[in-house]
Nanobody
C-alpha cells in the first residue's frame, strides 16, 4: 500500500507564493505518473499538473501555466508544487495522486491540503 501525505497549504495573499509537498511512503514506490489536483468549493476536482516519474516530463492545465511548477525528487519520494503569483481563484483543497507502475490511472490519493488566497 502507498500512502501520500501533503503539506504546505495555508492562507496567503494574492500575488504570494506557496510550495506544496507530497511525501510517498509504503511499499516500493515507482508510479508511472503523479499529479496535483484541486477542488474548489462547489466545483469538481480538476487536474492542474502532472509529471511522469521516470523522465520528469510535465503537463499543466492552461489556467496555471507559467505560475505552477511541478517537480519530483526520486530519492526522497517527494512531489512538489510551487505556486507563484497566487490568485483568489486558486483557493481550493489541493491533492496529490499517484498511479501504479505502468498505468495512467491514479490509484493513490493524499488527504489534501487547503490553500486559501485572500484579495
Amino acid at each position: 500500500q502507498v500512502h501520500l501525505v501533503e503539506s504546505g497549504g495555508g492562507l496567503v495573499q494574492a500575488g504570494g507564493s506557496l510550495r506544496l509537498s507530497c511525501v510517498a511512503s509504503g511499499r516500493t514506490f515507482r508510479p508511472y505518473v503523479m499529479g496535483w489536483f484541486r477542488q474548489a468549493p462547489g466545483m469538481e476536482r480538476e487536474l492542474v499538473a502532472r509529471i511522469r516519474w521516470n523522465d520528469g516530463s510535465t503537463y499543466y492545465v492552461d489556467s496555471v501555466k507559467d505560475r505552477f511548477t511541478i517537480s519530483r525528487d526520486d530519492s526522497e519520494n517527494t512531489l512538489t508544487l510551487l505556486i507563484n503569483n497566487l490568485k483568489t481563484e486558486d483557493t481550493a483543497v489541493y491533492y496529490c495522486a499517484a498511479s501504479a507502475s505502468g498505468t495512467m490511472t491514479y490509484h493513490y490519493w493524499g488527504q489534501g491540503t487547503r490553500v486559501t488566497v485572500s484579495s
